[in-house]
């Protein structure tokens, strides 16, 4: 099995790798291959497995992730940095076993005319506004919903939930759920100005436009990255077609994964 090992640049990290590389080195089962890998290991946290996704999404239908923390708990990352060996032993007697989770398609049409940018995300993606106010129109399958007026709105995927979305008010959503959200980030609500001021869930059928009416300001990002800050004249979300997969030796069940990184583990003693 061809396996590709992606990490960040700390000393924690390059130490897990470089112990990683040597033992998938030596195994009969397993091959180091970056170029066309069946499994991508990432090494470090949860902003490492997101790089580590974008850089193999053009082939993320045929790979499946494995993280490994070295860090703080990462809420993608299911192995410890002192377990690389266990990790050998279940890649090297691997039957394809995965869990999959729903993915954030991003089309972005530019005022102007010219091609659109598609964009793919694990997490989020925000629609902000560099200073002052951002004013927005926000269709729901082509139906206007609401007029928005704050500082930005943020759409997110199941998986993402538990990211920024979670830290400006939006719900948690089970990655079993094919649907998408989108949460306001202080939004303005007053006798002159009205949004639903709740986080809205989109079913698979539905998709979300965002037109911006003050667009010679806005940024827009993909996960940790900027995608654009060019003039936009609409960006649209909706649920993708394709999916993450992680490979599935011990993935932790989610509402377990939220209850270590939130609340913390419980002693059924006290």
């Known amino acids: ?161 538990t990211a920024y979305n979670k830290s400006v008010g939006g719900a948690i959503i089970n990655p079993s759920l094919n649907a998408i959200q989108v949460a306001e980030i202080s939004s303005i609500n007053n006798r002159v100005f009205r949004t639903l001021g709740s986080p809205l869930i989109i079913a698979p059928d539905e998709w979300v436009k965002i037109i911006p009416k003050n667009n010679n300001r806005t940024v827009l990002t993909c996960d940790h990255q900027v995608i654009s800050t060019a003039t936009i004249a609409s960006v649209e979300y909706r649920i993708s077609q394709r999916r993450i997969a992680f490979a599935q030796y011990r993935h932790t069940q989610f509402w377990r994964r939220v209850s270590n990184s939130f609340i913390g583990e419980v002693n059924l003693d006290d």
């Open 1 to 161: 099995m061809r396996i590709a090992i992606y990490s960040n640049l700390g000393e924690a990290s390059n130490i897990v790798a470089t112990s990683l590389k040597k033992k998938i080195e030596a195994s009969k089962a397993l091959k180091i291959d970056g170029l066309n890998p069946e499994i991508v290991i990432s090494v470090g946290g949860d902003g490492t497995l997101l790089s580590a996704f974008h850089h193999y999404q053009d082939i993320s239908g045929k790979i499946r992730l494995v993280g490994i923390h070295t860090g703080h708990l990462g809420f993608y990352t299911d192995w410890r940095d002192y377990e690389v060996s266990e990790l050998v032993e279940s890649l090297e007697h691997d039957n394809g076993q995965s869990v999959t989770y729903p993915l954030l398609d991003i089309k972005v049409n530019y005022a102007g005319g010219g091609p659109a940018d598609i964009g793919l995300a694990l997490n989020e993606s925000t629609l902000k506004q560099i200073n002052g106010s951002m004013v927005a129109d926000v269709y729901i399958k082509n139906q206007l919903f609401e007029s928005f007026r704050g500082d930005g709105l943020c759409v997110s995927t199941p998986s993402g939930s």
